[in-house]
């Protein structure tokens, strides 16, 4: 992976580097991370833990390599629940129930693991 180990905030982003890395990361996170070593090992997907210093786990992020730059697939909590945005309910004034999304702040931080894939500080020969 081009990007090692990093903080973002305070977030911990892990790249998933090995089969046993994915195959923890998919037990711990009850998600299918481990199905994707194939893709991982031929660069053609990078799947990052995003967790918090302490070391938790929050969220399984996935980017598929569409040649030559990375871009966003997927971003999952535990058991793959929504860690992208926040839905919110309310009565509006007519008294209609009301949605509004707002992303979380795990949305910005995986869309700068993207930036940071496709930054030229990161980039590898990817012909190999």
């Known amino acids: 992976c081009k990007l090692t ?5 305070e977030y911990l982003i892990t790249p998933l580097t090995s ?10 996170m009850n998600n299918c991370s481990r199905d994707y070593t194939r893709q991982c090992e031929e660069f053609e997907y990078c799947i990052f833990s995003i967790r ?3 070391g938790e786990r929050l969220a399984t992020l996935g980017l598929a390599n569409d040649p030559g730059y990375w871009i966003f697939d997927q971003c999952y909590g535990p058991s793959n629940s929504e860690v992208l945005e926040e839905t919110y309910e309310y009565i509006d004034e007519d008294e209609v ?4 999304c707002n992303p979380t702040e795990l949305y910005y931080v995986a869309h700068e693991v993207v930036r940071l894939m496709n930054s030229k500080d990161n980039s590898k020969d990817q012909s190999s």
Do not use: P
């Open 52 to 54: 918090r210093r302490t």
């Open 5 to 9: 180990e990093t903080l973002i905030g």
């Open 97 to 100: 129930l009301q949605f509004d």
């Open 19 to 28: 089969a046993r890395m994915l195959k923890s990361e998919g037990y711990w």
